[in-house]
């Protein structure tokens, strides 16, 4: 698969943030698989660079890193990281399913058997997962990629469809009583919805700033 950062410089669509993103998917599970094969190999680190291709790390002189003096727009880069974690914690959308996160951690408190079957474990985890995709998503402040925002949100996407699929299922196997069931997919289709009128948004600026 070609490198990305090799493309002439234009604006990327959804469909190029998603490609984009799944070689980096790629690339993480490539270093796992190396990380956990050479554990407890003294090299690890070299041979890891090796392997990934990380040839620059060799470059690196042998006396050791440069020391970086922080100056004042290092710090300012760091106040607008800290500004755009406010941004994205204080979005509706983040905060309900954050609060799906944790209602979900509640009712496993109540009901240990839920928490310790699969379908549990799926509904838990794809749930955090999109909120963490949705955290990502929601740190653009101006919504200059508006490409990767709607990447990220269709992966939330995805993530809060296989939650629903979970739920669901232990619903019919009688795991989850009616009532909880209900409230737990009210805050599942309450941060589904969200997220699609957020992306018929998205591409509809899309469209009005590009065109297509």
């Not at 190999?41 to 790390?57: F, K, S, V």
């Amino acid at each position: 698969m070609a490198d990305f950062y090799d493309e002439p410089e234009r604006a990327w669509d959804e469909y190029d943030w998603e490609r984009f993103l799944q070689q980096q998917d790629s690339k993480t599970e490539r270093y796992m698989e190396l990380f956990e094969k050479y554990i407890d190999d003294p090299n690890r680190d070299q041979i890891i660079a090796q392997e990934m291709g990380w040839t620059h790390l060799f470059d690196q002189p042998a006396e050791g890193p440069e020391e970086v003096e922080f100056d004042s727009d290092y710090q300012e880069g760091d106040d607008r990281e800290d500004e755009a974690e406010e941004v994205f914690e204080s979005h509706p959308l983040y905060q309900n399913a954050f609060s799906l996160t944790v209602w979900i951690d509640q009712l496993f408190d109540e009901l240990p058997n839920v928490a310790s079957n699969p379908l549990g474990v799926k509904l838990a985890s794809h749930a955090a997962v999109a909120s963490a995709k949705l955290a990502a998503a929601l740190s653009d402040q101006e919504t200059e990629e508006i490409g990767m925002t709607i990447a990220y949100l269709k992966r939330a996407l995805r993530a809060i469809s296989t939650g629903m699929e979970a739920a669901t299922q232990l619903s019919r196997d009688g795991i989850l009583k009616i009532r909880q069931f209900e409230e737990l997919n009210k805050r599942l289709f309450q941060v589904r919805d969200s997220i699609i009128v957020m992306m018929g948004d998205l591409r509809a600026e899309w469209r009005r700033r590009y065109g297509s």
